[in-house]
């Protein structure tokens, strides 16, 4: 079949269905660290070439504001999600009203969602891309971002060592967004799934990473995994033992973690999907681990997947999550190294909502922690040691909040940053924040390229 023929019918097949997703807009052109201009990205008001926040050019920093609270009564009811006849979805909303079953092998010997993955034809993303703008006329534009190279560092493009893309996004349960969240400035039809879909993968397939962790992802089999294997991903999803997305009538099944990588790009050596334990006690909480080896360079990259707990006032369990989560990442890396060839630990990637500000415990146990991690948005700013003011701004009922709970932490010691995705000004995120007509979710998307710091007996 004609490739763009072929990719008319697949958009068409997922316009039609009550729970399809579809792709996005131009990717940045080869080489450059901007947008390309004249595409629905730059957002209106915003200047092609400028960025919001971090700044255009290679030494921008986030803007430092948060507001004061405002409280606002109003309520959003709660809103049916189409139809929920998928039989999968049925059986496993069943399972989770039965006991929970004891812990998954931290070593599985295949990867569950390995035959979803293999046998399908894939679609040429630029004709997805240009059918997906028309898709969204009717949108104002996500807000324009630069990449922006970390304070201080000049550009150096590695010939033998190219980097690593990595997006972090939560992307907005589509149960919690129409049933549950109370987004009280944000019109329903904004969270409407037939054009929010399109809008969450249009950001995905502007930057096209080559690792995507996603948390919130209640639409993972029917969307995100057919379209991004499609694409070239290979992908794995844990679900959350006890969703709350299972409140909602008509729900999409259980949200959860999912970890995509381009398959051209990797090979898949081990996947852990762990459920996060705190005071001995198994929580609702989840955690997708993947030892990954480049297939450019050869060497391994660990690279894991989280959601700690929400709310206020459950400080000390998030923080026992986060100990029980890097307890089995020493575990996890350690065991990699020993069975290859290089000496010490595998390099690490965790990326997560951790529902947490900087200066919560979980926060310092990963900055301190054995394992050697680095925050990398920290180096957005110009000491390349303070957090974006913001990586989710939203209102709900109790009022304002505008929060840094979203990192992508790093083996400091082993990899480099090489460029960061700014963040947005307030002004570009607007003043009904976020999720809007324009931006699908209530967080902002994390991306950054990290690269292998090259050792010397691998210059040879």
């Given at each position: 079949m004609n490739p763009a023929r072929c990719c008319s019918v697949f958009f068409g097949q997922l316009r039609v269905s009550s729970r399809g997703g579809q792709v996005a807009r131009r990717p940045f052109p080869p080489g450059g660290v901007s947008s390309p201009a004249g595409t629905r990205c730059c957002h209106p008001g915003v200047a092609a070439g400028g960025g919001g926040g971090g700044g255009g050019g290679v030494n921008g920093t986030s803007p430092q504001m948060k507001p004061s609270g405002v409280s606002n009564t109003a309520t959003t009811p709660v809103c049916p999600m189409g139809s929920s006849s998928s039989r999968l979805f049925g059986t496993l909303a069943q399972s989770l009203n039965s006991p929970?079953?004891?812990?998954?092998?931290?070593?599985?010997?295949?990867?569950?969602?390995?035959?979803?993955?293999?046998?399908?034809?894939?679609?040429?993303?630029?004709?997805?891309?240009?059918?997906?703008?028309?898709?969204?006329?009717?949108?104002?534009?996500?807000?324009?971002?630069?990449?922006?190279?970390?304070?201080?560092?000049?550009?150096?493009?590695?010939?033998?060592?190219?980097?690593?893309?990595?997006?972090?996004?939560n992307i907005l349960a589509q149960a919690l967004g129409e049933g549950k969240d109370g987004f009280v400035r944000c019109p329903l039809d904004a969270l409407?799934?037939?054009?929010?879909?399109?809008?969450?993968?249009?950001?995905?397939?502007?930057?096209?990473?080559?690792?995507?962790?996603?948390?919130?992802?209640?639409?993972?089999?029917?969307t995100?995994?057919?379209?991004?294997?499609?694409?070239?991903?290979?992908g794995t999803f844990l679900a959350k033992p006890w969703s709350p997305c299972l409140d909602v009538e008509q729900n999409n099944g259980p949200d959860g973690c999912a970890l995509f990588y381009r398959r051209s790009r990797f090979s898949l050596q081990s996947t852990a999907h762990l459920r996060l334990s705190a005071m001995m006690l198994p929580t609702n909480q989840v955690a997708i681990v993947q030892t990954l080896c480049c297939r450019l360079t050869g060497q391994r990259l660990c690279v894991a997947v989280t959601h700690l707990k929400a709310r206020s006032g459950w400080e000390?369990?998030?923080?026992?999550?986060?100990a029980d989560l890097l307890q089995s990442l020493r575990s996890i890396t350690s065991r990699c190294g020993s069975r290859g060839d290089s000496e010490g630990t595998v390099p690490l990637v965790v990326c997560g909502d951790f529902n947490a500000e900087p200066s919560e415990d979980v926060y310092r146990r990963f900055s301190s922690s054995p394992l050697g991690l680095n925050s990398a948005y920290k180096l957005l700013s110009s000491d390349g040691q303070t957090e974006p003011a913001y990586t989710t701004w939203k209102i709900r009922p109790s009022g304002e909040s505008c929060s840094t709970l979203d990192y992508i932490w790093y083996s400091r010691d082993a990899l480099s940053v090489d460029c960061l995705l700014n963040i947005p000004s307030e002004e570009q995120i607007g003043p009904d924040r976020l999720?809007?007509?324009?931006?699908?979710?209530?967080?902002?998307?994390?991306?950054?390229?990290?690269?292998?710091?090259?050792e010397p007996h691998r210059l040879m």
């Amino acid at each position: 079949m004609n490739p763009a023929r072929c990719c008319s019918v697949f958009f068409g097949q997922l316009r039609v269905s009550s729970r399809g997703g579809q792709v996005a807009r131009r990717p940045f052109p080869p080489g450059g660290v901007s947008s390309p201009a004249g595409t629905r990205c730059c957002h209106p008001g915003v200047a092609a070439g400028g960025g919001g926040g971090g700044g255009g050019g290679v030494n921008g920093t986030s803007p430092q504001m948060k507001p004061s609270g405002v409280s606002n009564t109003a309520t959003t009811p709660v809103c049916p999600m189409g139809s929920s006849s998928s039989r999968l979805f049925g059986t496993l909303a069943q399972s989770l009203n039965s006991p929970p079953l004891a812990q998954p092998d931290l070593y599985p010997e295949e990867n569950p969602d390995e035959d979803l993955d293999q046998g399908l034809a894939e679609i040429d993303p630029d004709q997805l891309l240009r059918e997906c703008e028309e898709a969204l006329q009717s949108r104002p534009a996500r807000p324009h971002r630069d990449l922006v190279l970390p304070s201080g560092l000049a550009p150096c493009r590695q010939k033998h060592n190219p980097s690593i893309r990595i997006m972090q996004w939560n992307i907005l349960a589509q149960a919690l967004g129409e049933g549950k969240d109370g987004f009280v400035r944000c019109p329903l039809d904004a969270l409407n799934w037939q054009e929010r879909k399109y809008l969450i993968l249009e950001e995905i397939l502007t930057y096209r990473p080559d690792i995507l962790c996603l948390q919130e992802v209640d639409h993972y089999y029917d969307t995100f995994q057919p379209i991004l294997a499609s694409l070239g991903y290979q992908g794995t999803f844990l679900a959350k033992p006890w969703s709350p997305c299972l409140d909602v009538e008509q729900n999409n099944g259980p949200d959860g973690c999912a970890l995509f990588y381009r398959r051209s790009r990797f090979s898949l050596q081990s996947t852990a999907h762990l459920r996060l334990s705190a005071m001995m006690l198994p929580t609702n909480q989840v955690a997708i681990v993947q030892t990954l080896c480049c297939r450019l360079t050869g060497q391994r990259l660990c690279v894991a997947v989280t959601h700690l707990k929400a709310r206020s006032g459950w400080e000390r369990l998030r923080s026992a999550q986060g100990a029980d989560l890097l307890q089995s990442l020493r575990s996890i890396t350690s065991r990699c190294g020993s069975r290859g060839d290089s000496e010490g630990t595998v390099p690490l990637v965790v990326c997560g909502d951790f529902n947490a500000e900087p200066s919560e415990d979980v926060y310092r146990r990963f900055s301190s922690s054995p394992l050697g991690l680095n925050s990398a948005y920290k180096l957005l700013s110009s000491d390349g040691q303070t957090e974006p003011a913001y990586t989710t701004w939203k209102i709900r009922p109790s009022g304002e909040s505008c929060s840094t709970l979203d990192y992508i932490w790093y083996s400091r010691d082993a990899l480099s940053v090489d460029c960061l995705l700014n963040i947005p000004s307030e002004e570009q995120i607007g003043p009904d924040r976020l999720p809007s007509y324009h931006y699908p979710s209530d967080h902002l998307s994390l991306l950054c390229d990290i690269s292998f710091r090259e050792e010397p007996h691998r210059l040879m």
